[in-house]
């Protein structure tokens, strides 16, 4: 029974584990065809210089729309595995109880007959 919650568990966070990474590359590679897209049709028209200043921002554009993707998906993913070890905790922590308030009924039920 322990063992089939816990690979429930895991399950659950490999799924929801690949669902946030394959959304980050889907994100990801979006991101870079727009710019790619954007850039070539603007280069045509370009000098040389004007071509290295384009890639350049264009790198500097996509490692900074990167850092900022990876950080919403960070933080996502701490609220949602905040809120779910919340919830586990809590279920735990019932279940404990009620077995704690049992076995104490059952004793004094005992001691007072």
Do not use: A, E, F, G
């Not at 959304?23 to 990801?28: A, E, F, N, S």
């Not at 049709?41 to 990167?66: A, P």
């Not at 009620?98 to 001691?111: A, F, K, N, V």
């Amino acid at each position: 029974m322990q063992t089939d919650r816990h690979t429930d568990r895991q399950k659950h966070k490999q799924t929801y584990t690949q669902t946030v990474t394959q959304t980050h590359r889907q994100t990801h590679r979006q991101t870079n065809t727009q710019t790619v897209t954007h850039t070539h049709i603007h280069t045509d028209t370009h000098t040389d210089t004007d071509r290295q200043t384009d890639r350049q921002t264009d790198r500097q554009t996509d490692r900074q729309t990167d850092r900022q993707t990876d950080r919403q998906t960070d933080r996502q993913t701490d609220r949602q595995t905040d809120r779910q070890t919340d919830r586990q905790t809590d279920r735990q922590t019932d279940r404990q109880n009620r077995h704690t308030d049992r076995h104490t009924d059952r004793r004094t039920s005992i001691c007072n007959n």
